[in-house]
């Protein structure tokens, strides 16, 4: 225990009481000294708490309802976790565009189109708990983008993003001002916005290092290899964009991976079964390698999705084995659901290839859509679809084996993503 001190009084005969000088500078130090400490405390315990809640909460930010993009709060006084809320049904609002309006909608995501008559999913809005998500404005964000290129890169589910994406701009912009081109046997997508010199941009790069499923078409295979460490020839073509958003998982879902050290045009390389787990981090240990060292860090802004829910399995929400998303209309009520169809290893992985990045001075911002999707098991296009070809009537007639519980209906739930990336990119990471 600190010794005490003892402040030296001198009373002459007759007078006020008087601070010993000497005694009083010491005396003042000491009250100095003990303030600076229980401030510093203070401040720790504050600090620790704001810290904590970053690292269990990395994809938090600080919304308030006002001028579109100007209505996020600063972090530094409030804490709102995005990714925590529920859906409310708003007919006034949403969609935010309509499907037939937008002229580059995709047929596998078209589900008006094909024959739904339930039309409900179009308008559920996320609301955060604690929090409101700022309106999408068309006009900022492309404002945003002036000479600059927006980049969606990964699989089936990230296209399904950026056909929401440029859905949410199309209706904004005159037919005479946009054009749509492609790239690299059509590996890449390419959205522009002539007034702006903006583009936004769609990459096929399903397993995010090089595979023989690179081609966008012809990628059914009866086998999946990857080739190991190797990102260069998908790199190159997205690493000088100045936002890129990233996916990849479904493609990833079975036991073993097959991976090749070695070149596809040459016959000498070497092969071997790997689990999927291990093959997934050397995949996005590659991945992070790459924009460590190639991505301008002062330029470029980097997502990651988390992973898609599927809902293919009904008996996860009570109903009969045999049966899937067909016909589903309501959402999942129980709070905090998660289908079999996740993979939190998975994203664990994810998770800490962003902490390692975080360490070496990249930051990524990983948006965690996989809950707030959890409850959407009416979101899927299910039987009203095209992919390459109509299902014939005999596939319409056996939903258990051909309905889509895997990519959303648009208008919808990718729809929302696209709104929390427009906070994201707005709230200046």
């Not at 720790?44 to 930010?61: I, V, Y």
């Not at 049966?323 to 939190?344: F, H, K, L, V």
């Not at 930051?363 to 809950?371: K, S």
Request: aromatic content about 12%; glycine content about 4%.
């Amino acid at each position: 225990m600190a010794k005490s001190h003892q402040l030296l009084v001198s009373v002459p005969a007759g007078s006020a009481p008087v601070w010993d000088i000497k005694c009083s500078f010491h005396s003042l130090i000491v009250l100095l000294i003990v303030s600076l400490v229980a401030g510093v405390v203070y401040l720790t315990g504050e600090s620790g708490r704001f810290l904590f809640e970053d690292n269990s909460n990395r994809n938090s930010s600080n919304l308030a309802r006002g001028n579109e993009n100007e209505s996020l709060m600063s972090s530094s006084n409030n804490r709102c976790n995005l990714f925590s809320g529920k859906w409310v049904f708003d007919n006034k609002s949403y969609p935010l565009y309509k499907e037939q309006d937008c002229k580059f909608m995709s047929d596998q995501l078209a589900c008006q189109k094909f024959g739904r008559k339930d039309l409900d999913y179009q308008h559920w809005r996320w609301q955060p708990h604690q929090c409101d998500i700022p309106r999408f404005n068309a006009t900022a964000l492309l404002e945003k983008l002036r000479n600059k290129r927006l980049v969606f890169v990964g699989d089936s589910l990230n296209r399904g993003q950026w056909v929401s994406m440029v859905c949410l701009i199309d209706t904004a912009v005159p037919s005479s001002l946009k054009s749509m081109h492609y790239r690299y046997n059509a590996s890449l997508i390419i959205f522009k916005v002539k007034d702006y010199n903006a583009t936004i941009e769609f990459y096929w790069e399903p397993l995010l290092v090089e595979s023989n499923s690179d081609d966008p078409v012809h990628h059914r295979l009866p086998e999946r290899i990857v080739r190991a460490n190797s990102i260069e020839k998908h790199g190159s073509r997205w690493t000088n964009a100045d936002f890129i958003v990233f996916n990849t998982y479904l493609w990833w879902r079975q036991p073993h991976i097959k991976v090749l050290w070695g070149s596809f045009e040459r016959s000498d390389g070497i092969y071997k079964e790997v689990k999927m787990l291990r093959s997934y981090e050397m995949a996005l240990k590659a991945w992070a390698d790459w924009l460590e060292i190639h991505v301008n860090r002062t330029k470029t802004k980097l997502f990651f999705m988390s992973m898609s829910p599927v809902h293919e399995r009904a008996e996860e929400w009570g109903k009969a084995k045999e049966e899937n998303c067909y016909s589903e209309t309501e959402q999942i009520q129980e709070e905090g659901y998660q289908g079999n169809g996740s993979d939190p290893k998975m994203m664990k992985i994810v998770e800490s290839t962003m902490h390692e990045l975080e360490h070496r001075g990249l930051n990524v911002h990983l948006l965690n859509i996989t809950q707030l999707s959890e409850y959407r098991k009416e979101g899927h296009p299910s039987i009203y679809r095209k992919q390459w070809d109509s299902l014939t009537e005999e596939q319409i007639a056996n939903p258990s084996s051909y309905a889509d519980c895997i990519h959303w209906c648009l208008p919808g739930v990718p729809d929302v993503w696209n709104e929390l990336l427009y906070a994201y990119i707005f709230n200046n990471y």
